[in-house]
């Protein structure tokens, strides 16, 4: 008679454990913890370019209160001034952010199987998925809880880890299409560094979210938003919304509908109109395309006083 072998929980890194404690209180996460507080990077330095390089443990508050930063990518750190609370943002970390689990209700509750817990369905699709998301990307249909991916995102931002360097934000979140996994990290490997391109001549740039309460909430639809604007033209756009798909996402067409175009409240209504181009919204977010489209009004128009 054979015995199966009993498979171990892996191991997970913890930091500031703002959203591990959460997954071992409710009985989610279940392996032994690896304390990276000690060997992590923490800590924002720049280049001779003015580039920023951001240490993955420093915290969520220093991004949000570090005056270079605002100066240079004000959208990142509007995104960070704006999520949670002053007492978890002096906590957790930049890395921890954008490395955190699914936020949904079915994935927290360790008596239900989902995608993300080795199960074979999502079971959001036919259950309540009135926070999901509104393009379905397949798999799973929760929304990227990471506020700061989005942001950085939008910043073409890169990101470095103990096995791999410079990867992009779509190559380390993935694709949405891939139910089970919130991030292409590879077992032992952690986020160490997040580095920026350098602010262009010019730009501007802004963060807002919709919420149901006035503080504390996970956004249901956020957006990051950048711009050059010269010669009463918008000569650079880069939008990314989060909230809306199971990874941030860039909104190509918008973008598109903008470039090289007069800076107009006509232009910005059409720019707006196509921010939900490509949605598939589920039966109980088409909500979510109202306030995404209301957004990027709204930060274009913001852009371009």
Same mark, same amino acid.
């Given at each position: ?32 913890? %690896? ?16 580039? @920023? ?7 969520? @508050? ?21 999520? @949670? ?6 906590? @957790?970390? %930049? ?8 936020? /949904? ?34 798999? /799973? ?52 560094? %997040?580095?920026? &391109? ?22 249901? =639809? ?14 650079? =756009? ?7 798909? &199971? =990874? ?5 067409? /918008? ?12 232009? %910005? ?26 957004? =990027? ?9």
């Amino acid at each position: 008679m054979s015995i199966a072998p009993v498979m171990m929980p892996e191991a997970e890194f913890r930091a500031a454990g703002t959203d591990l404690s959460e997954r071992r209180r409710s009985g989610v996460s279940k392996g032994p913890l %690896i304390d990276i507080t000690r060997s992590g990077e923490s800590g924002i330095s720049w280049d001779a370019n003015g580039a @920023a390089s951001i240490g993955a443990l420093t915290t969520t @508050a220093a991004v949000a209160a570090d005056a270079r930063l605002a100066a240079g990518y004000p959208g990142l750190a509007a995104s960070a001034q704006g999520l @949670a609370t002053p007492q978890v943002r002096h906590l @957790a970390t %930049i890395g921890g952010n954008l490395a955190q689990r699914s936020r /949904c209700w079915y994935f927290r509750n360790p008596h239900i199987d989902c995608l993300k817990k080795g199960g074979d369905a999502c079971p959001a699709r036919t259950g309540n998925h009135l926070y999901g998301v509104a393009f379905d990307l397949g798999g /799973c249909v929760a929304p990227h809880p990471s506020t700061l991916a989005a942001a950085l995102l939008a910043y073409d931002a890169r990101v470095m880890t103990n096995q791999r360097d410079a990867l992009t934000i779509t190559a380390l979140l993935g694709d949405g299409s891939d139910g089970r996994r919130d991030h292409a990290l590879a077992p032992g490997e952690m986020i160490t560094r %997040i580095v920026l &391109p350098p602010p262009l001549p010019g730009e501007r740039a802004a963060y807002k979210r919709a919420i149901g309460r006035a503080h504390a909430e996970w956004p249901l =639809v956020e957006l990051c938003a950048r711009a050059v604007i010269a010669d009463g033209k918008f000569q650079f =756009v880069r939008l990314a919304a989060g909230g809306v798909a &199971p =990874v941030p996402l860039r909104l190509a067409a /918008c973008e598109a509908t903008l470039q090289g175009r007069a800076v107009n409240a006509v232009v %910005i209504a059409d720019a707006a109109r196509q921010a939900v181009s490509g949605a598939t919204p589920l039966p109980m977010t088409a909500y979510k395309l109202d306030l995404l489209e209301g957004l =990027v009004r709204d930060l274009l128009e913001q852009l371009a006083v």
